[in-house]
């Protein structure tokens, strides 16, 4: 069975700042790793997933997350937030083998930026 | 691109009414999960199937039941509908069970009054 941990509830930031949404996993095998955003009323896009090689991985609307296994967490970062960006961002895994497939998700987290 | 289409986007049923979800998922994806996503909550694993077949269930009440057709379009049945069972469901789909990428609906939002 997996976890995940989503530090902060909400992280309000100014636009243009930085922002880093925390995730922090737990699992007794090896997982993928995900990062979700979730518009008001909408469905939830993919913004980003490891798989498996490099630890940064880069995603759309110029987000990255970088895999950290020996502190397992999948912290997701922008360098320049923008209006659009405030959103609910749900950190998910999945395991790797097995037939089972679900994700698993963390609370969420409710990023809102300020102008 | 074709994207998983579910149906009907809102809904709204009374107590102990019956509900049927409908979800489309994109072309050639044999693998289809649903999801609840209460207010203000994560999104919460119901059941999924491959190929037609159950592969996994999660916390889906009795009083739900579900299916993948020969079309892989999958329906989920909700009976007995309570107050509580309010919540936005999803639908997903992928292809098999080695694809690491499930693809999401817009979701149903069912509101039970």
């Known amino acids: 069975a997996q976890s995940v941990t989503q530090l902060d509830s909400q992280v309000p930031v100014f636009e243009e700042a930085p922002v880093e949404l925390r995730c922090n996993y737990s699992?007794?095998?090896?997982?993928?790793l995900f990062w979700y955003v979730q518009y008001p009323n909408q469905g939830l896009q993919l913004l980003l997933k490891?798989?498996?090689?490099?630890?940064l991985v880069k995603g759309i609307n110029g987000f990255e997350a970088e895999f950290n296994k020996s502190q397992t967490s999948f912290h997701l970062r922008k360098p320049s937030v923008h209006i659009s960006d405030t959103a609910e961002y749900f950190c998910?895994?999945?395991?790797?083998?097995?037939?089972?497939?679900?994700?698993?998700f963390g609370s969420g987290t409710q990023l809102t930026v300020l102008p | 691109a074709a994207g998983v289409i579910q149906s009907p986007r809102h809904l709204i049923k009374e107590k102990r009414e019956t509900a049927t979800l409908k979800c489309y998922p994109i072309?050639?994806?044999?693998?289809v999960y649903w999801y609840q996503q209460g207010p203000g909550q994560d999104p919460q694993f119901l059941i999924s199937?491959?190929?037609?077949?159950?592969?996994d269930k999660g916390s889906i009440p009795d009083r739900f039941s579900a299916q993948q057709f020969s079309d892989y379009h999958s329906e989920l049945n909700m009976s007995s509908l309570e107050l509580g069972d309010s919540a936005l469901y999803f639908c997903?789909?992928?292809?098999?069970?080695?694809?690491?990428?499930?693809?999401f609906g817009q979701g149903t939002r069912l509101t039970v009054v």
């Open positions: 072309p050639r994806h044999d693998t």
């Open positions: 490891y798989l498996s090689g490099s630890t």
């Open positions: 998910a895994v999945t395991q790797r083998s097995g037939s089972a497939r679900q994700l698993t």
């Open positions: 699992s007794s095998v090896s997982v993928y």
């Open positions: 199937f491959y190929e037609k077949m159950q592969s």
């Open positions: 997903a789909s992928s292809l098999g069970t080695v694809n690491t990428e499930a693809f």
